[in-house]
């Protein structure tokens, strides 16, 4: 049985001087780089005006309440992800520790989901971006002409994968003044709202505001289930700091908490937004923007007057930092399968002069594109649709991260109080509630009616559908890599543990025995 005393990987941790082994660049960007990457790419701005309306349609005036409750375990699993890179400074993040905690084939689909999360979601950000650009310019035919605006999105695309290509230092300095740019924006509609609030300025049917609506007691339950699943989206991406580990300043370190800062700073931003859209609007003129990213837009010139158009903006550069940072945690991850013989060897080639994984990410925004352009084709409810798939897809591999965690460090959960609680309690509990959320999310998804198009596919809704699709797709590809060239790698076996010296590093000593040689004296 393997304890603290010694290592049981197989292929230790990296350590400081073989950080960037991958041939990534390394010590490129810092902790408010990664900080600033985490925020845009949960693309805080659009994901809240277009998910804020349909949360209030659910639950009323409790939506700031659904909002507190579904950071919990998103904070929770942000927990388990510091604590796996403080062991495992690896950009395939998911990937890397559900291999070495739980097995190769579990870990490979746990990387596979990261990578189709990518591919389902770049396009739809990117979309969001060209509509509002050509409205803001008063291009509204264009705007309304949907080839066109497919088209400009496209074009977004490219550019923001060429960004990446280029640099990791190039892709964090953009991201700074993207994060500054819509965040800040947010912030000060959300400050221009509360302080209308206050002086009665304010819709006559604008309800007055109560500690209440951030109390969940109260909801039904199934509300309460089906407002987290919206949660579980605009949450979703605060993690790709941590894909950027091998690449980052500190990197057992920085990223992790990165992640961590950024889920609180999402929880201020979505709940103070939230107060002052429904303080200011009233709850009718909110749920008439369900699923409609137009919210901003309606409520903007009320707060903001004749500077409205800053929160409009804000969408739109929400929704280009958000289709960049979503391509940097799918690259890394399929850098670190081909490293790791699960992936193609080609994935695993490192631009020589721009030190990024050129190859992959041209792979994700090519393949990001062809989805998207085929979704549009098929018809703009069938995008939707397969953002909707994303939270099956992204519930099943934070979940899989929380578990992974208490396994991997599960031979030091005792050492102390803090430790049993942050390493082995908060990801079980993170864990479980997004496997509960996932299940949920399939029975609400088996619905047709529950989806936008309506339209059955083998006789459930579309998200669904396409949830199962790609999972069946990423079985398929990872028996067919275990029969020709993969096998080296399944034979990897699972149930790897921290080792001591990580584990003292990271939580100190054992407190709990020596607090009991203590009680025993």
């Known amino acids: 049985m393997a304890t603290t005393d010694e290592p049981t990987s197989a292929t230790p941790p990296a350590t400081t001087d073989e950080r960037g082994g991958k041939g990534l660049k390394a010590n490129a960007i810092g902790f408010w780089d990664g900080l600033a990457i985490g925020l845009d790419s949960t693309a805080p701005a659009y994901s809240l005006a277009a998910v804020l309306g349909s949360i209030v349609v659910i639950v009323g005036v409790k939506a700031p309440a659904v909002l507190l409750v579904s950071f919990i375990p998103m904070f929770l699993i942000a927990g388990a992800f510091s604590y796996m890179n403080r062991a495992d400074q690896d950009c395939g993040t998911t990937f890397s520790w559900v291999t070495r905690a739980m097995g190769p084939w579990v870990g490979w689909m746990g990387g596979w989901a990261i990578f189709t999360t990518g591919v389902l979601v770049i396009g739809a950000q990117a979309d969001v971006s060209a509509y509002y650009l050509l409205d803001i310019v008063g291009l509204h035919d264009l ?37 500054l740019a819509q965040v800040g924006a947010v912030l000060l509609f959300a400050g221009l709202g509360i302080a209308a609030m206050a002086t009665g300025n304010v819709a006559a049917d604008a309800p007055a505001f109560s500690l209440d609506w951030l109390n969940p007691v109260g909801v039904e339950p199934s509300a309460l289930i089906a407002g987290m699943l919206l949660g579980v989206f605009i949450y979703w991406g605060w993690e790709s700091a941590v894909n950027l580990s091998e690449e980052s300043k500190d990197s057992a370190t920085a990223p992790g908490l ?5 889920t609180v700073l999402l929880l201020v931003t979505y709940l103070t937004t939230a107060i002052a859209i429904i303080g200011v609007a009233g709850l009718s003129t909110v749920e008439a923007y369900d699923d409609d990213a137009g919210l901003f837009g309606a409520v903007a010139s009320q707060v903001m007057g004749p500077f409205g158009w800053v929160l409009v903006l804000s969408i739109i550069i929400s929704g280009l930092a958000s289709t960049q940072t979503t391509i940097l945690p799918a690259s890394r991850t399929s850098l670190s399968m081909a490293v790791a013989g699960a992936f193609p060897k080609a994935f695993g080639r490192v631009h020589e002069r721009f030190e990024t994984p050129a190859f992959g990410t041209w792979v994700i925004g090519i393949v990001a594109i062809v989805w998207y352009v085929a979704a549009s084709i098929v018809s703009e409810n069938f995008l939707f649709d397969s953002l909707t798939a994303l939270s099956i897809v992204v519930a099943f591999y934070y979940a899989l ?71 069946l797709v990423g079985i398929g590809l990872m028996v067919a890599w275990y029969l020709t060239e993969g096998r080296a790698f399944f034979a990897r076996r699972g149930g790897e543990a921290v080792s001591q010296e990580v584990a003292t590093a990271a939580l100190g000593p054992i407190e709990l025995a020596r607090s009991g040689a203590r009680d025993g004296a």
């Not at 460090?409 to 049993?420: D, I, K, M, P, Q």
């Not at 006789?459 to 669904?464: D, E, F, S, T």
Request: one cysteine or more; aromatic letters at 6%.
């Open 401 to 471: 991260t929380g578990i992974a965690c208490v396994i991997y460090w599960r031979h030091a959960l005792l050492r102390s109080v803090r430790g049993f609680l942050l390493v082995g309690v908060g990801p079980a509990i993170g864990s479980v509630v997004l496997l509960v959320l996932l299940v949920a999310a399939a029975i609400e998804q088996a619905d047709p009616e529950a989806s936008y198009s309506g339209t059955p596919i083998l006789g459930v809704g579309a998200p669904l559908a396409i949830a199962i699709g790609l999972f």
């Open 143 to 179: 705007r309304d002409t949907r080839w066109v605006v497919v088209a400009l999105a496209v074009i977004i695309i490219v550019i923001m994968t060429l960004i990446c290509v280029i640099g990791t230092e190039l892709s964090a300095m953009v991201q700074r003044v993207m994060v």
């Open 258 to 262: 990165a992640g961590i800062v950024s």
